[in-house]
């Protein structure tokens, strides 16, 4: 008998109709995205069922649906926690899922925390200030070239050619725009002036290992080198990908990534973004550990395409890793009482 997978998502189309906008369903995804994960989880020999958002699956769960495993890219809607609670929400039914823990997601997603942990690991992050009100603006004592962005989003949400400040009346005027419209903290670090590369990882705890990693570049040399929201979106013509050849540099990012990935406990499969100060020394940015998954468009699977691994093999050794895991922790807990 075929294990059934429950497919969780976020769908942009669901959410635009509903009213919200372009910028609030940045980091959702596509119909095309579920589709292709559809029929690739299909093709692995399983037997799928769309389930939907995280309130489909409080619907589908409270009128007594089950499965081996739900496969979730659900980002949530608001909140520094958002990503933890379609996890949360399975923990509590007991069902086993893909990626991080609630506690992993809701850490990464707020990049300050992220960068404590690493740093009290002794890891080299930038040096970094949050901005959460008008107030705090000008006790930010940091060295400038600054870079701001919102502290909790993703897909460059809030990053921009305005986003790297090079005095206090820049700060101010960056802060109390990205206050007012994110209406979150702000994350404010030293700027890192080097090359900048996003590492893929597979795997959970010891068994994690890196797959590659992709050099990001801003094709028109005109612009400023920042990974923004609209170069994200626009990828395909706005940013050249490679390779990162140098052995030595490649090296130092990759340990830095992975270990930084283990220290944050991240399962399954992520992503960690490292950028270069001005002699070339690798620095953690950021960590995703819940990647987006389209084929061509989002960086993992690039990634996986770049080193020769197929979409298939990508997914396939998802789910693998977190079969792995439910089964570990079977054997390690046994199966505890649900009063549902």
């Known amino acids: ?24 369903v940045a980091e959702f995804d596509s119909d095309s995205t579920i589709d292709w994960l559809h029929q690739t989880i299909e093709s692995l020999g ?34 520094r926690s958002r990503e933890a609670q379609v996890p949360a929400l399975l923990e509590l039914y007991q069902i086993p899922y893909t990626f991080s823990d ?10 300050a925390v992220a960068k ?17 009100s008008v107030g705090e603006i000008g006790s930010v004592a940091l060295r400038y070239p600054l870079f ?26 960056i802060c109390r725009f990205l206050l007012e419209q994110h209406k979150q903290p702000v994350l404010v670090e030293e700027y890192l ?40 979106e626009e990828c395909e013509t706005r940013i050249r990908y490679s390779p990162l050849r140098d052995a030595i540099l490649k090296q130092s990012v990759e340990q830095l990534a992975l270990r930084c990935y283990q220290v944050l406990e991240c399962r399954d499969a992520g992503r960690v973004d490292i950028r270069c100060d001005a002699g070339n020394r690798p620095y953690f940015l950021e960590i995703n550990p819940l990647a987006g998954l389209h084929p061509t468009h989002s960086d993992l699977p690039m990634i996986a395409t770049q ?23 079977r054997s390690v807990h046994g199966r505890r009482a649900c009063f549902i």
């Open 1 to 24: 008998m075929r294990k059934r997978i429950g497919l969780v998502y976020d769908l942009r189309r669901d959410y635009l109709s509903a009213g919200f906008t372009e910028s609030d």
């Open 307 to 329: 080193e020769g691994m197929s979409y298939g093999e990508l997914i396939g050794a998802i789910l693998q890793s977190a079969f792995e895991r439910a089964e570990e922790e």
């Open 46 to 79: 399983y037997e799928v069922e769309r389930v939907g958002n995280g309130w489909a699956l409080c619907k589908a769960l409270a009128a007594g649906k089950r499965w081996d495993m739900v496969f979730t890219i659900a980002e949530g809607l608001k909140g």
């Open 116 to 132: 404590k942990l690493v740093a009290f690991e002794g890891l080299s992050t930038a040096p970094f200030a949050v901005v959460r």
């Open 148 to 173: 701001a962005k919102p502290l909790a989003e993703g897909t460059g949400k809030g990053i921009d050619q305005n986003s790297k400040v090079e005095n206090a009346a820049q700060l101010e005027q």
């Open 102 to 111: 609630p506690l992993v997601c809701a850490a990464t997603l707020d990049k």
């Open 193 to 232: 002036p080097g090359r900048e590369f996003t590492v893929g990882i597979i795997g959970t705890g010891p068994k994690a290992r890196v797959i590659g990693t992709m050099e990001i570049e801003v094709a028109d040399k005109n612009q400023p080198p920042i990974y923004s929201y609209l170069n994200k």
